[in-house]
């Protein structure tokens, strides 16, 4: 795989670790609180789907993982694109900020992806 691609699904999956510490960890704290723009009341009573969703984020980023690791790329574009979905909702529905942080790399990472699928096929063509 190319090395900008790696780096990038590297980096969503990072990016989803990181979710996933903040909802299930830091959720009800005064750090998860400034981050998301909450009250205490409201970080309270949302608790535990915070980290339900967190969970859920871990997952992806585990995926992801296991996607580089493999060389899966069927498995990366398919985490990839369920990314970019989350992120776009996310960001229309919620925070805008959430299309940033979360879809836009996902995007990034997901064309670059596509990009290297696409040459490496090339190449196992010309070979053939």
Known sequence: ????????????????????????FFW????????FSMS???????????????????????????????????????LLICIVIAGVFGGLTAQASILYIQGLPAFIALLLVLKNKKRKAGEQRLFS
Do not use: C, W
């Open 1 to 24: 795989m190319g090395f900008f691609a790696g780096f990038m699904v590297f980096l969503v999956a990072a990016l989803h670790f990181g979710f996933l510490v903040l909802e299930m």
């Open 28 to 35: 009800d704290h005064p750090v998860g609180q400034r981050i």
């Open 40 to 78: 205490a009341e409201v970080a309270k009573s949302s608790e535990i789907l915070a980290m339900n969703q967190g969970l859920y984020n871990g997952f992806l980023g585990l995926g992801l993982l296991l996607g580089l690791i493999t060389g899966n790329q069927t498995l990366k574009v398919y």
